[in-house]
């Protein structure tokens, strides 16, 4: 549990993003909503005034993470041939 912000913290399923390329689309998918799961939860605890760097940082992280995912998904779903 973090204690900054008394909630439980849900770490990367695979450890790191480059550790991926196996993971199927329903994987991704499931991935891509428990990362939105936990966005929902760290902004709903977000106070009014003065968020914790950690705070902060976490939030960060989640939309990286969520963003890293779904570029992912997006590859996956086009074989990899994406023109961005």
Do not use: C, F, Y
């Not at 993003?17 to 196996?22: A, H, L, S």
């Amino acid at each position: 549990m973090n204690t900054d912000t008394g909630m439980v913290i849900i770490t990367n399923m695979t450890g790191d993003t480059t550790g991926n390329k196996d993971m199927n689309r329903s994987q991704i998918e499931e991935r891509i909503e428990e990362i939105k799961r936990e966005i929902k939860e760290v902004k709903k605890s977000w106070p009014a005034h003065d968020a914790s760097p950690a705070l902060m940082q976490r939030l960060d992280d989640l939309e990286m993470d969520l963003a890293q995912a779904e570029k992912e998904l997006k590859e996956l779903l086009h074989g990899g041939d994406l023109d961005e």
